[in-house]
């Protein structure tokens, strides 16, 4: 009898092969994907992919800029978010010279509540070594495209597979739930050598055609993305459920296996807007979360300074931020206003005490209100600030 276990093993089954489980099947709750034959899915899952696929700007003409491109932005971003972005995006930039080349406030105010800024200034750094390097043409090779800034596993099979039709799976999440809840795999999809297992278990089952390769790999995410789902699995509209392990045993809701959720960092985070005669303060951001980003001017407030804030009245906690901004250089402030809201990062959350402020003048940058909406790039994080200005003066 075979020994029940949770680690991940992958050997090729043959796709005609019947999927036989073992005597004692009903009574094991995890199953390996050895016992799994992947080859099976290949193609009710393309065709029912070629049937009811979603029409997204950035299947058009899936060049390897494009493709890059929308992966990037879907990283972290839902897909109706990323789409209207993705848009305006090729519209300003149409071209990988172009991104090159394109102004650091012009490439952040594209990007502006997408997140994750670093994500497109490591674009930029890799749209000049494509340009100057490759000649404009991004190359094929997975080693090549690894070595580009900010591209990781995943993106480089999503470009090599969709772009240029190349056996190379992409592995994400949507792909990971749904590999898991097929084969009833008890693995916890965090672990790196899964995903790397499972990515040499999908290479062998690759169709030989360029545009099966693109097909399969779109099929899957889009499984994953619509049917597959998280919290609901639409089992009466998915082609595979006949072939699925968790299906047939009921337990879909048991995968796939996840790692404990960790707790959020929670700062409390003092943000200062300033306005002066010559319109209101800006700064970019030295450290930490939103480096190199535009704000109000922020502070980060200790533990112990939060403690204490919270045992002030208004009228110290208003004397408590004046004598802190007027550190900064900003003459004759006075606060006039108070705001508090909250802002969730994926893994930090801030609690902002937004203090509205009157002053003489500020050794900031200074933005005009017209040019704080339409000019100026601002993290979401702020936009409650920049919406209470809109809506007040």
């Known amino acids: 009898m075979k020994k029940e276990t949770q680690s991940l093993s992958l050997a090729a089954s043959s796709p005609a092969e019947p999927y036989e489980t073992p005597a004692n099947a009903e009574n094991r709750a995890i199953f390996t994907a ?146 898991s809840r097929l084969a009833a795999d008890g693995t916890d999809i965090s672990d790196e050598n899964y995903k790397t297992r499972l990515k040499n278990l999908l290479q062998k089952i690759y169709p030989e055609t360029k545009q099966g390769c693109s097909d399969f790999t779109q099929s899957l995410m889009e499984l994953g993305a619509l049917i597959c789902t998280p919290r609901v699995y639409s089992c009466d509209k998915c082609p595979l459920s006949s072939l699925c392990t968790a299906k047939k045993y009921g337990v879909q809701a048991k995968f796939p296996v996840l790692p404990e959720k960790k707790e959020k960092r929670t700062d409390e985070v003092w943000t200062f807007v300033i306005r002066t005669p010559n319109g209101f303060s800006v700064r970019k951001r030295e450290s930490g979360v939103l480096k190199g980003m535009n704000e109000f001017p922020s502070f980060v407030v200790s533990a112990a300074d939060a403690d204490a804030d919270k045992k002030q009245s208004p009228e110290e906690r208003k004397k408590m931020a004046e004598r802190l901004i007027s550190d900064q250089g900003v003459k004759n402030a006075k606060i006039f206003g108070l705001k508090k809201y909250t802002h969730i990062f994926t893994h930090i959350r801030w609690n902002v005490t937004a203090f509205f402020v009157n002053a003489e003048s500020s050794p900031f940058e200074e933005y005009t209100k017209e040019a704080l909406s339409a000019q100026t790039a601002f993290p979401t994080a702020f936009r409650k600030c920049i919406d209470y200005i809109d809506d007040n003066f």
Request: glycine residues 6%; charged residues 25%.
């Open 34 to 179: 050895e016992e799994f034959p992947f080859g099976a899915i290949v193609k009710p899952l393309t065709d029912w992919f070629n049937a009811n696929k979603r029409d997204l700007p950035w299947r058009h003409d899936p060049t390897p800029y494009r493709v890059w491109v929308s992966e990037i932005m879907l990283q972290q971003t839902r897909v109706e978010a990323a789409r209207d972005y993705y848009l305006r995006f090729l519209s300003a930039l149409p071209a990988v010279e172009d991104l090159a080349y394109c102004e650091e406030d012009k490439l952040m105010k594209l990007w502006e509540g997408l997140g994750y800024y670093s994500r497109a200034r490591n674009m930029q750094k890799t749209a000049k070594i494509v340009t100057e390097t490759y000649g404009g043409v991004f190359p094929s090779d997975e080693k090549a495209l690894r070595a580009l800034p900010g591209i990781g596993d995943y993106t480089v099979g999503a470009i090599r597979s969709i772009a240029f039709g190349l056996p190379s799976p992409a592995v994400d999440g949507n792909v990971l739930r749904v590999c």
